[in-house]
Nanobody, 128 residues
Framework: QVQLVESGGGLVQAGASLRLSCVAS????????MGWFRQAPGKERDFVTA????????YYKDSVEGRFTISRDDAKSTVYLQMNNLKPEDTAVYYC?????????????????????WGQGTQVTVSS
């Protein structure tokens, strides 16, 4: 069983930056592909970004490309989401998610239903 604990959310003004962290435990971290999803009020959970277990491959939602950066530190079993130039439309609960390295990640990284483990979420609110 994998446990994920997010931190780093908060209330910021448009244009500001935040860094989210997600610490994993319960399994060798490098065996996990990691992703960030978000859910705004009244909307479905939406893919934001993902990183492969090796760290070599990253994927981004079009609207965050160039503003958000995902990274991982295997020594700390932690995945990060650096968010720059935040916009009000980025307001949501952000969830960290993990899936085992079983293949097919390059074509299915955006599919929430393939991530087996989820954190509790952290709120990010961006005011205009």
């Amino acid at each position: 069983q994998v446990q994920l604990v997010e931190s780093g959310g908060g209330l910021v003004q448009a244009g500001a930056s935040l860094r989210l962290s997600c610490v994993a435990s319960g399994r060798t971290f490098s065996s996990l592909h990691m992703g960030w999803f978000r859910q705004a009020p009244g909307k479905e959970r939406d893919f934001v970004t993902a990183i492969s277990g090796s760290g070599e491959n990253t994927y981004y939602k079009d609207s965050v490309e160039g503003r958000f950066t995902i990274s991982r530190d295997d020594a700390k079993s932690t995945v990060y989401l650096q968010m720059n130039n935040l916009k009000p439309e980025d307001t949501a609960v952000y969830y960290c998610a993990a899936r085992l390295n079983l293949g097919g990640f390059s074509t299915t990284h955006y599919r929430a239903n393939l991530y087996r483990y989820w954190g509790q979420g952290t709120q990010v609110t961006v005011s205009s």
